[in-house]
């Protein structure tokens, strides 16, 4: 576990469909800090607005092997992967962003004490219309998926409500940010 990091690490939080990518590839525009990205064992042509690398299962086990991720989990079937970097990263007093796993949050925290985490939070209504327009699966699919996710907010979590236009959404990112890499 470290403790006393240089710099901050914040994992961004939320349910399929939510607007965690968009927010991020926003704030990467904007703000001077380091947005790794995730190592994934998902298709390239199934990116739509999600910015990560793919690698075969098979490419996913040897870097884990050679040690090139700071942290790793799975979920849906798909492993990801946070590249060592980011420990460098935090060790030189940066601060760090990607988009985690609501799941994945003791298993960051047991690396990161210090973990800070924006949740991004949209209505169930809002999610289904936009998990349709995505395409990857069928709307029973999809209702399935909604009813069953777990909405449950971890209680340190900042929360952001994705229901209103993009352009507030991001500009309440961007200062929670701003807070958090302000704070002691």
Partial sequence: MQKNLKGKIITVVGPSGVGKDTLIQNARKILPFYFPKRIITRLENEKENEDFISVSLEEFRDKKKRGEFSLL????????????????????G?????????EAIPLIKKKFSE????????DKKILEKRLLLRGRESLDQIKLRLNRQNFQINKDAIVINNNKLISLVLKEFIEKINLISRSD
Avoid: C, M, T
């Fill in 94 to 102: 940066n601060i760090v962003i990607f988009n985690g796993s609501r």
């Fill in 73 to 92: 989990w799975e979920a849906h079937e798909i492993h990801y992967g946070i590249p060592i970097s980011v420990d460098q990263k935090i060790n030189e």
């Fill in 115 to 122: 973990l800070k985490i924006i949740h991004i939070h949209a």
